[in-house]
């Protein structure tokens, strides 16, 4: 009986030399995929996504309305493909779902959750921009 890879090794785990690092591990390489919703996010300045986080959690789905008008005024998302005004409705469809949801909290920490990825994504846009 030959023994193959061990669940959660790959062949090229198993070969020396064939994508085995230095420890003898695999190199995995992971990527996010962001549904439309996720994705319409503007990368917006970050005293912006500041204060729509502030918004979000105070007032669940108002700083995504407000962050939505932010696309109108060419901020960019990770919709390239997609028209603006395409955009925009998204974030105007994600901040009713957050406001209608905010009854049983769902919404609420919708919001919030949402708002700091609006940072963490700004936070990324201002470290790809140079300052002047």
Not at 33 to 51: D, E, H, Q, S, T
Not at 80 to 86: A, F, Q, S, T
Request: hydrophobic share 50%; net charge positive.
């Amino acid at each position: 009986m030959d023994p193959g890879p061990k669940d959660g090794e790959s062949a090229a785990g198993a070969e020396p030399g064939r994508g085995a690092g230095p420890s003898g591990g695999v190199v995995v390489q992971v990527r996010e995929k962001k549904g439309p919703l996720r994705a319409a996010i503007p990368y917006m300045p970050f005293p912006v996504a500041v204060i729509c986080l502030f918004l979000n959690t105070f007032v669940p789905g108002l700083g995504t309305f407000v962050s939505a008008f932010t696309v109108l005024c060419g901020a960019r998302t990770d919709l390239p493909d997609r028209h603006m005004c395409c955009v925009f409705w998204l974030n105007i469809a994600a901040a009713l779902i957050q406001i209608l949801t905010a009854i049983v909290m769902v919404g609420w920490i919708m919001s919030i959750f949402w708002g700091m990825d609006m940072v963490i994504l700004a936070s990324k846009y201002r470290a790809l921009t140079p300052q002047l």
